[in-house]
């Protein structure tokens, strides 16, 4: 695939030694996107590829990285799409990166700006979101009347940090008391919650 890129008369491409990934594509600052790139002729001899793929996935840790792949190339006479899902059905077990199917050589540099543009909205949208521990959101749950107010919510998630920890203060008589100062009337629903016994399946 590089080799096709340098000879396209079209796009003219700087050669650099790169020892894991053969385009950084910039994502904001002090971030780049590494991306392989990898045609139809390559998977010939999957050896090559995987192990250009796993020295990169485990270098970044799996984060930013990506394959472009050509789908049809002059020096392969397989099918394309074929290989394509060769390629994917290899990476399935072991690694997650995306993989950019691309159709011609000069169609490189607009296939790349439109993904880029996607990661980096995918990107923000992402941490736009804010993140709950998994732990936190459970202990709003552990009580006979379905979920706390959000107040109680709140004043609960200072008080305990996990559910072991509710768990004790709502079966120790120091607990108990303690959540009957802080939460008031909703101590009770938390506390009997946690005389019953549940049985899941």
Same mark, same amino acid.
């Given at each position: %695939?590089?080799?096709?890129?340098?000879?396209?008369?079209?796009? &003219?491409?700087?050669?650099? &030694?790169?020892?894991?990934?053969? =385009?950084?594509i910039p994502l904001? +600052?002090q971030k780049n996107?590494?991306?392989?790139?990898?045609?139809?002729?390559?998977?010939?001899?999957?050896? $090559?590829?995987?192990?250009?793929?796993?020295?990169?996935?485990?270098?970044?840790?799996?984060?930013?990285?990506?394959?472009?792949? =050509?789908? *049809?190339?002059?020096?392969?006479?397989?099918?394309?799409?074929? $290989? =394509?899902?060769?390629? /994917?059905?290899?990476? !399935? +077990? $072991?690694?997650? %990166?995306?993989?950019? +199917?691309?159709?011609?050589?000069?169609?490189? *540099?607009?296939?790349?700006? &439109?993904? /880029?543009? *996607?990661?980096? !909205?995918? *990107?923000?949208?992402?941490?736009?979101? +804010?993140?709950? $521990?998994?732990?936190?959101?459970?202990?709003?749950?552990?009580?006979?009347?379905?979920?706390?107010?959000? #107040?109680?919510?709140?004043? =609960?998630?200072?008080?305990? #940090?996990?559910?072991?920890?509710?768990?004790?203060?709502?079966?120790?008589?120091?607990? /108990?008391?303690?959540?009957?100062?802080?939460?008031?009337?909703?101590?009770?629903?938390?506390?009997?919650?946690?005389?019953?016994?549940?049985?899941?399946?």
């Amino acid at each position: %695939m590089p080799s096709a890129l340098l000879a396209s008369k079209e796009l &003219k491409w700087e050669e650099k &030694k790169l020892e894991t990934h053969d =385009l950084a594509i910039p994502l904001g +600052p002090q971030k780049n996107l590494l991306l392989i790139l990898l045609a139809s002729a390559d998977i010939q001899c999957p050896g $090559n590829y995987m192990d250009r793929i796993e020295r990169l996935y485990h270098q970044t840790g799996g984060g930013q990285v990506g394959i472009v792949f =050509l789908v *049809q190339d002059a020096i392969s006479r397989e099918n394309g799409t074929h $290989n =394509l899902m060769r390629l /994917q059905a290899s990476l !399935l +077990p $072991n690694f997650e %990166m995306p993989i950019i +199917p691309l159709f011609t050589a000069t169609s490189l *540099q607009s296939t790349i700006l &439109k993904f /880029q543009r *996607q990661f980096v !909205l995918s *990107q923000s949208s992402a941490e736009a979101i +804010p993140s709950v $521990n998994p732990s936190i959101a459970l202990l709003f749950h552990c009580t006979v009347n379905g979920t706390l107010p959000e #107040h109680t919510r709140n004043v =609960l998630s200072d008080i305990v #940090h996990s559910i072991p920890e509710l768990s004790q203060a709502a079966t120790s008589r120091d607990g /108990q008391e303690c959540l009957r100062g802080y939460l008031k009337g909703h101590a009770e629903e938390t506390i009997e919650f946690w005389g019953h016994e549940y049985i899941i399946d």
